[in-house]
């Protein structure tokens, strides 16, 4: 069965009320894809997720940025899986790089969360990625591998997890992974999971691009055999992400 075409729009840490309600306004009026073709997330800051949810057209879903490791209880400022599920949000990003790096989150700590997340009924894109240092020295694969090992010890139904493949020197900079690059990480990534976990869960499960996605480079991305989707960030605020999610006819008409 081929796997169904995922866009997801990482909004971090932006916006106001008012250009949220001008963001979805935009996404509600959209001509894009029907849901058998293209799967389409958007993930505000945790304050606007009602908002969005409320307002969003019914056949794009809404994640969240983050969520706490266990059950809630006395840990000021976080918010845990089971709020996310009471607020009927079905699906939360975790392991992104920004928060590795920023908030020194392990691989564990993110299989652990993961885990979690996925044991109280969401939905997870799990993040993965190396940084310019990790390329440049020949070790994105064992990066990788690690980072997505973290996981697959935890974890043993991936039917709701999509990872999300996002070099981090791409992340923001303008610098996008070639198609190429993205191609043969994603290929050795399927390959790793087929070794490691199961191959029908490396044939299933989706394995999204991030990394400065943009309308211009989404079709050839979205076009290589191994790129299932993305994960955007700044262009999901922008007008721009819609092309993003049309990219998804690439696989349609392959």
Known sequence: MARKFFVGGNWKCNGTAEEVKKIVNTLNEAQVPSQDVVEVVVSPPYVFLPLVKSILRPDFHVAAQNCWVKKGGAFTGEVSAEMLVNLDIPWVILGHSERRALLNESNEFVGDKVAYALAQ????????????EQREAGSTMDVVAAQTKAIADRVSNWSNVVIAYEPVWAIGTGKVASPAQAQEVHDELRKWLAKNVSADVAATTRIIYGGSVNGGNCKELGGQ????????GGASLK????DIIKAAEVKKSA
Do not use: N
Not at 121 to 132: H, M, P, Q, Y
């Open 121 to 132: 009924g969401l939905k997870v894109i799990a993040c993965v990625g190396e940084t310019l």
């Open 225 to 232: 055999a191994d790129v299932d989707g993305f994960l955007v």
């Open 239 to 242: 007008p721009e992400f819609i």
